[in-house]
DNA sequence: TACCAGGTCTGAC
DNA sequence: GTCAGACATGGT
């Protein structure tokens, strides 16, 4: 095995639970004291040490994991603005959710794992995308641990659809495959030229991504942080904490971002990830 | 056993 | 433009 690297960064504005368990990114997983986190063909391995969260990583992929891991941005920034707000339920999310950091994930492999989540939960969402993986990735291998890289999109798009039955995608299975016969790196390119709506509005045109989906795959795949994505628990935050009366989910997105401007996205993953440790403490 | 999960599509009005 | 019902499937 080849020589590794380690990356180093201030704990307080990077937890790796509450980043990598908020609903933004679906392979990884913890072993020991270590998480693995896997992007395209690479794997980073976190762990802390005294008061630095630590990244390691092959040599060469340095600059990958800390664009990744969005090291350059000032996070202390968009804690203390989500403190100005003086909104309480933001106070406390923001506060339980400091450490969070919005990922920069590869634009396709992140439209194919939201295309998987609509009407789903996330246990079984990381679950078919790992068998995704092993089906159509390449083995790779990374400090002792095996793994499977995330297909290409031409591989996708060659595949059988009974593959995409068979991990359990069921009704989006067939949304999975005709994105992956529409989309290149060419269009991808054009779309991260547009403007955050023009963008969506691209997006959603693409069948089986709706608004709610387009919102994610803007915010974690472009990194469109005047996004926020409205799913059933951030409906509940609305209604529950906001008071909310709006039934639409895209007006109550808008009137988010209307608020938070551009840091709408940074703002619902805090909202998102309190709502749903409440829900998990509950039970 | 029903209900739910990071919703979207379709057809009827 | 809005709205109800259908949609696969495993977890709780």
């Known amino acids: 095995m080849g020589k ?3 990356i180093y960064y201030k704990s307080e504005f990077f937890d790796i639970y509450s980043t990598l368990t908020c609903g933004q990114v679906f392979r990884f997983y913890k072993k020991g004291e270590r998480w693995f986190v896997f992007s395209k063909d690479k794997c980073a391995c976190l762990y802390y040490e005294g008061d630095n969260t630590i990244i390691e990583c092959k040599l060469n992929e340095r600059e990958y994991f800390y664009n990744y891991f969005d090291l350059a941005r000032n996070y202390s920034l968009i804690y203390n603005s989500a403190i100005e ?3 309480d339920i933001l106070t406390i999310s923001a506060n339980l959710g400091k450490g969070i950091r919005i990922l920069n994930q590869d634009r396709e492999e992140t439209i194919f794992s939201f295309i998987i989540s609509q009407n789903n939960n996330i246990p079984r969402i990381k679950g078919s995308i790992e068998r995704i993986c092993t089906l159509l990735g390449e083995e790779n291998e990374f400090m002792g641990e095996k793994y499977y890289s995330f297909p290409k999109t031409e591989k996708i798009a060659s595949a059988n659809i009974e593959l995409f039955k068979s991990v359990g995608l069921g009704y989006r299975a067939e949304y999975f495959f005709q994105v992956a016969n529409q989309i290149d790196s060419e269009l991808l390119e054009l779309y991260n030229n547009l403007l955050t709506l023009d963008l969506k509005k691209e997006l959603i045109k693409l069948k089986g991504i709706g608004p709610k989906v387009a919102d994610c ?8 942080s005047d996004s926020f994505p409205v799913d059933t628990w951030i409906e509940k935050v609305y209604r529950e904490n906001f008071g909310g009366k709006e039934r ?11 608020n938070f401007k551009e840091f709408s996205g940074y703002f619902q993953q805090y909202l998102f990830h309190y709502k749903r440790n409440l829900i998990k403490k509950a039970k």
């Not at 639409?248 to 009137?255: A, N």
Request: proline content about 0%; hydrophobic content about 40%; glycine content about 4%.
């Open 85 to 87: 707000q003086n909104i």
């Open 248 to 258: 639409d989910r895209s007006k109550i997105s808008e009137e988010f971002v209307s």
């Open 217 to 224: 795959i803007a915010l974690f795949g472009f990194h469109r």
């Open 4 to 6: 590794t690297v380690k």
